[in-house]
């Protein structure tokens, strides 16, 4: 199993603003997934962080918007830059383990509220 | 029409009852997740699926792969399930690639 340290766990920011929000996990993975939930939505993947290389980002989401850092195997940010009320949602990383049978360890979430 | 539909979206339930949410998916996947989303935003794995039927405690999911649906129940319901319940499906062999429900909201009144 993983167990994912995510902060803060929630935020109230002034829109033009940036917030970083970081993920430690507990044990070496691979790949680090970075995840929005706006309102009464699915969850969305924005991009996969993978150490030692950039950040892939899925369709609709930017590198200058969102931008992430993976400096070792147990860390990973993701910078919510240039805020706006359109970025207020819960924002989770998440982590797979190993193995056939597999599961996915997410964070605490992060609540972002942005003013 | 979404990928991943979840029924129902809301359930109120007395103690004690069994309860039943649903998940259909259209896309072809290797597993399936069934989530607990608790008030805060953070997310508990449940359960993750490929064939047949997995029991913890309570809980009992199930998948058909064939019709493309899987269920979550809940024997005798408490009031601290009450929380968020989402079903992911794991599309294209990776496990990033998470298609998720919408969730389905359940409330367990004492």
């Known amino acids: 199993s993983a167990v994912i340290s995510q902060k803060p766990s929630r935020d109230i920011c002034q829109r033009g603003t940036s917030l970083t929000i970081q993920c430690q996990v507990d044990?070496?993975?691979?790949?680090m997934f970075w995840y929005r939930q706006q309102p009464g939505q699915s969850l969305t993947l924005i991009a996969t962080?993978?150490?030692?290389?950039?950040?892939?980002?899925e369709s609709g989401f930017v590198i200058d918007k969102f931008p992430i850092s993976r400096p070792n195997l147990t860390f990973s940010t993701l910078t919510v830059s240039n805020m706006s009320p359109e970025d207020s949602s819960i924002y989770l990383c998440?982590?797979?383990?190993?193995?056939?049978?597999?599961?996915?360890?997410f964070g605490q979430g992060t609540r972002l509220t942005v003013v | 029409k979404n990928e991943v539909e979840q029924s129902p979206q809301n359930l109120t339930a007395q103690e004690g009852e069994f309860i039943t949410i649903n998940c259909s998916y259209s896309?072809?996947?290797?597993?399936l997740h069934w989530l607990q989303q608790h008030p805060g935003g953070g997310i508990v794995s449940l359960f993750m699926?490929?064939?047949g039927k997995k029991k913890h405690g309570r809980l009992i999911a199930t998948i058909n792969i064939q019709e493309k649906h899987s269920s979550l129940h809940i024997t005798a319901s408490h009031p601290r399930d009450s929380a968020v319940y989402i079903c992911?499906?794991?599309?294209?062999?990776?496990?990033?690639?998470?298609?998720f429900g919408k969730g389905t909201k359940l409330s367990v009144k004492p």
């Open positions: 699926l490929s064939s």
């Open positions: 998440s982590v797979p383990t190993q193995g056939r049978e597999s599961e996915a360890f």
């Open positions: 896309v072809g996947i290797s597993a």
């Open positions: 992911a499906v794991v599309y294209g062999g990776s496990q990033g690639n998470l298609i």
């Open positions: 044990s070496q993975v691979t790949m």
């Open positions: 962080a993978n150490q030692g290389s950039e950040a892939t980002y």
